[in-house]
């Protein structure tokens, strides 16, 4: 089955923790992204990555990193300095080589306790 | 600065009627315009896009028109159905070594039966 799987689903994290949420694609896809989401707001860019080891800041990436060490996989880690991390994350991929649209995984809520 | 502006917030339409929902852009740099829809707790769905040297694209019940003069674009969802309730976001991509995404506050549709 091909797709996007984020996980954890949902995370509960205490105030000074660091938390990494996976996401894994297997449709070969170049670039990945990601995003979050606060209660009826918009999508916001955290990271993004066009190929494996490179990777660019979006408009929010303050208190987040991300790596790209294989093609299939971009964790994200919501560090202690990411000031509001309540929220839900979207992991997103393209296939650069024929087409525009991006596609998403299924989300994951992280709430800090 | 929100480069791309959903400015309704909300829209409720009878089932069967058509469902418009708009969005606003400010920058004439992006190449593309893309149409998601979202449930809660769920990754957005892709519905359809537009190249920004078209004016108009067709699938099935959905349509979507570029202005560029105005900046502007629209979902047109004819008929529309029950199972169409959900929040739409808009989004622009933009070429910068990738595409980056840039995505509208949403639109929720209620579609009454």
């Known amino acids: 089955d091909g797709g996007i799987t984020q996980s954890p689903k949902y995370l509960f994290r205490k105030e000074g923790q660091n938390v990494t949420l996976s996401c894994e694609q297997n449709?070969?896809?170049?670039?990945m992204y990601w995003y979050r989401q606060d209660p009826g707001q918009g999508l916001r860019l955290i990271y993004y990555?066009?190929?494996?080891?490179?990777?660019q800041k979006g408009d929010i990436a303050e208190g987040y990193s991300v790596s790209r060490e294989k093609k299939e996989s971009f964790p994200l880690t919501v560090t202690s300095a990411q000031k509001n991390p309540t929220a839900f994350y979207l992991c997103?991929?393209?296939?650069?080589?024929?087409?525009?649209?991006?596609?998403f995984g299924e989300g994951s809520w992280l709430t800090v306790v | 600065d929100q480069q791309v502006k959903q400015n309704s917030p909300s829209l409720s339409v009878q089932e069967g009627r058509i469902s418009i929902l708009n969005c606003d852009y400010t920058?004439?740099?992006?190449?593309?315009f893309l149409w998601y829809k979202k449930y809660p707790a769920e990754g957005p769905t892709f519905l359809i896009s537009?190249?920004?040297?078209?004016d108009k694209n067709e699938d099935g019940r959905f349509t979507v028109f570029l202005n560029k003069s105005a900046k502007h674009l629209s979902l047109h969802i004819v008929p529309s159905q029950p199972g169409d309730s959900a929040v739409y976001f808009c989004?622009?991509?933009?070429?910068?070594?990738?595409?980056?995404?840039?995505f509208g506050t949403g639109t929720r549709l209620k579609v009454l039966a």
């Open positions: 920058n004439s740099m992006f190449d593309y």
């Open positions: 989004a622009a991509a933009i070429y910068s070594g990738t595409y980056k995404y840039i």
């Open positions: 449709l070969n896809h170049d670039a």
């Open positions: 537009i190249s920004s040297i078209k």
């Open positions: 997103a991929s393209r296939d650069s080589g024929s087409g525009n649209t991006i596609y």
């Open positions: 990555s066009q190929i494996v080891n490179d990777f």
